[in-house]
């Protein structure tokens, strides 16, 4: 008598699921999908502007020099995973054909990515025009890059006033 291994049922493909955006909104997504994630329940595709996550909170301390810049950075593909990550610029979203085109940074390649399930996380923008003078003389605290900037900027102004001769 001969008997058949129990073959699975054709498993249908894990819904895809794209998070659009690298912040906190972004990281509460994946945290509670991923269990589903690691179970090939869900395919999620998290596209971000940096291949790094920046905690805001500590952004003082990083600008007073109490923690070093590297201190308040985590990297995404370890604190997104098991999502796959997707490091570029979102150029456009066709909601009716449920694709999303992105660019790469180095070369401005572009990437068409599918969805079943969309994840807009994309946080939010400066208003620099909300006052005259604000775009030309403020310091952003937005991203990473602009608070490194800001930190730089500071240090640099210490230097100057060490070396500075007039009292006044």
Avoid: Q, W
Wanted: aromatic share 6%; with cysteine; hydrophobic share 45%.
């Amino acid at each position: 008598r001969h008997t058949r291994a129990h073959e699975p049922p054709a498993m249908s493909p894990a819904p895809r699921v794209l998070v659009l955006g690298g912040g906190f909104a972004g990281l509460h997504v994946v945290r509670g999908a991923r269990k589903a994630i690691r179970e090939g329940r869900l395919d999620v595709t998290v596209v971000l502007r940096d291949n790094f996550l920046c905690i805001h909170g500590l952004l003082g301390e990083m600008l007073t020099g109490r923690l070093s810049p590297g201190t308040i950075l985590n990297p995404a593909r370890r604190i997104f995973a098991p999502a796959n990550v997707h490091v570029a610029e979102i150029e456009a979203i066709d909601l009716e054909a449920r694709r999303v085109v992105t660019s790469r940074h180095l070369d401005g390649a572009r990437f068409e990515l599918e969805y079943d399930f969309l994840a807009v996380c994309v946080g939010t923008a400066e208003n620099t025009g909300a006052y005259p003078g604000l775009a030309e003389h403020a310091f952003l605290l937005k991203s990473f890059h602009d608070c490194f900037r800001l930190r730089n900027h500071i240090i640099e102004m210490f230097e100057l006033a060490d070396i500075e001769r007039d009292p006044a």
